[in-house]
C-alpha cells in the first residue's frame, strides 16, 4: 500500500475523507476570492465588522482594497475603529447596520459580541443578551447612490441571521450585476427565534443570477452541521474570468 493509500485509510478509521480539491478551489474563501477578483485593490462591503477581524483578513489578501466596513453596535464599533485605524487610505467605518429598508431597529448585543444579533437567540442560541439599542438600518442600494459607488467587488455579510435581509437591500445593485462576489454566512441550525432556512439565502441569491463557488468552514453543533460560510459568484463575472 502506497503513503497515500495509508494516509487516507488511517483518516477514514477516523471518520475524516480526504479527496482531491478542484484547482485549489473550496479550501480557503479569500485565496478563491483573490483568484476570482484577479487584483489587490476591489471594493469591498464589510457588512457585520464586529472588531475588525475580516478587516484583516481581507487585507491580508487585497492589499490596496477600498473597504467600508458596518458595524451597528456601538460599543464595538469603538473597537472597530481602534483595530482598523492604522490603515490611513482606503478603511471606512459605518455606525449603522445595512437591512431591507432604511429602518430603526432594536439590536440584541449579546455577552458574545460576535453573536449580536437583531434575531432572538432560539433555545439552541449561543449566549445571552445583555443589552437592547436602538440603531440605524439602511439598504445597500440607498448606500451605493449616496456615495457614488457603482459597483462592488466583494459583498461580505456576517450578520447572525440577517443575511437575507442584507442581500433584500441590494437587488437594485444585484440587477445591475453590479456586485461581483457574495461572501456570507449561512445559518444551518435554529440558532435564533425566527431566522429564515438557510436555503431562501442561497435561493435568493441564484434567483438573482449567482452560482455557489464553495461552502467553507463546516462548523457543527450537538452531531449535526451549525453553520458555514458560502461563496458566490454572479453570473456575468463568471462569463466574463
Given at each position: 500500500?502506497?503513503?497515500?493509500?495509508?494516509?487516507?485509510?488511517?483518516?477514514?478509521?477516523?471518520?475524516?475523507?480526504?479527496?482531491?480539491?478542484?484547482?485549489?478551489?473550496?479550501?480557503?474563501?479569500?485565496?478563491?476570492m483573490k483568484r476570482l477578483i484577479g487584483?489587490?485593490?476591489?471594493?469591498?462591503?464589510?457588512?457585520?465588522?464586529?472588531?475588525?477581524?475580516?478587516?484583516?483578513l481581507f487585507r491580508s489578501y487585497f492589499?490596496?482594497?477600498?473597504?467600508?466596513?458596518?458595524?451597528?453596535?456601538?460599543?464595538?464599533f469603538q473597537k472597530l475603529k481602534e483595530?482598523?485605524?492604522?490603515?490611513?487610505?482606503?478603511?471606512?467605518?459605518?455606525?449603522?447596520?445595512?437591512?431591507?429598508?432604511?429602518?430603526?431597529?432594536?439590536?440584541?448585543?449579546?455577552?458574545?459580541?460576535?453573536?449580536?444579533?437583531?434575531?432572538?437567540?432560539?433555545?439552541?442560541?449561543?449566549?445571552?443578551?445583555?443589552?437592547?439599542?436602538?440603531?440605524?438600518?439602511?439598504?445597500?442600494?440607498?448606500?451605493?447612490?449616496?456615495?457614488?459607488?457603482?459597483?462592488?467587488?466583494?459583498?461580505?455579510?456576517?450578520?447572525?441571521?440577517?443575511?437575507?435581509?442584507?442581500?433584500?437591500?441590494?437587488?437594485?445593485?444585484?440587477?445591475?450585476?453590479?456586485?461581483?462576489?457574495?461572501?456570507?454566512?449561512?445559518?444551518?441550525?435554529?440558532?435564533?427565534?425566527?431566522?429564515?432556512?438557510?436555503?431562501?439565502?442561497?435561493?435568493?441569491?441564484?434567483?438573482?443570477?449567482?452560482?455557489?463557488?464553495?461552502?467553507?468552514?463546516?462548523?457543527?453543533?450537538?452531531?449535526?452541521?451549525?453553520?458555514?460560510?458560502?461563496?458566490?459568484?454572479?453570473?456575468?463575472?463568471?462569463?466574463?474570468?
Amino acid at each position: 500500500m502506497s503513503l497515500r493509500k495509508l494516509a487516507r485509510s488511517s483518516l477514514a478509521t477516523l471518520g475524516f475523507k480526504v479527496s482531491r480539491v478542484p484547482h485549489g478551489v473550496g479550501g480557503n474563501a479569500f485565496a478563491d476570492m483573490k483568484r476570482l477578483i484577479g487584483h489587490d485593490h476591489p471594493l469591498i462591503f464589510d457588512v457585520g465588522a464586529n472588531i475588525g477581524q475580516s478587516v484583516e483578513l481581507f487585507r491580508s489578501y487585497f492589499a490596496h482594497a477600498q473597504m467600508h466596513s458596518f458595524e451597528p453596535s456601538p460599543s464595538v464599533f469603538q473597537k472597530l475603529k481602534e483595530n482598523t485605524g492604522k490603515y490611513k487610505t482606503g478603511q471606512h467605518a459605518w455606525n449603522c447596520a445595512l437591512g431591507s429598508s432604511n429602518a430603526q431597529l432594536q439590536l440584541l448585543e449579546n455577552r458574545s459580541a460576535e453573536w449580536t444579533s437583531f434575531l432572538k437567540p432560539s433555545s439552541e442560541g449561543v449566549g445571552a443578551v445583555t443589552r437592547e439599542v436602538i440603531v440605524p438600518v439602511r439598504t445597500v442600494d440607498e448606500f451605493c447612490h449616496e456615495q457614488n459607488i457603482r459597483s462592488i467587488d466583494i459583498l461580505k455579510s456576517d450578520t447572525q441571521g440577517f443575511d437575507l435581509e442584507v442581500l433584500k437591500g441590494a437587488t437594485e445593485m444585484f440587477a445591475r450585476n453590479a456586485v461581483r462576489l457574495v461572501y456570507c454566512e449561512l445559518i444551518i441550525a435554529n440558532l435564533y427565534e425566527g431566522m429564515p432556512p438557510f436555503g431562501d439565502v442561497c435561493n435568493f441569491l441564484t434567483s438573482h443570477g449567482f452560482e455557489l463557488v464553495s461552502f467553507y468552514d463546516i462548523s457543527y453543533a450537538r452531531g449535526l452541521a451549525s453553520w458555514t460560510d458560502g461563496l458566490f459568484i454572479h453570473r456575468s463575472t463568471k462569463a466574463a474570468s
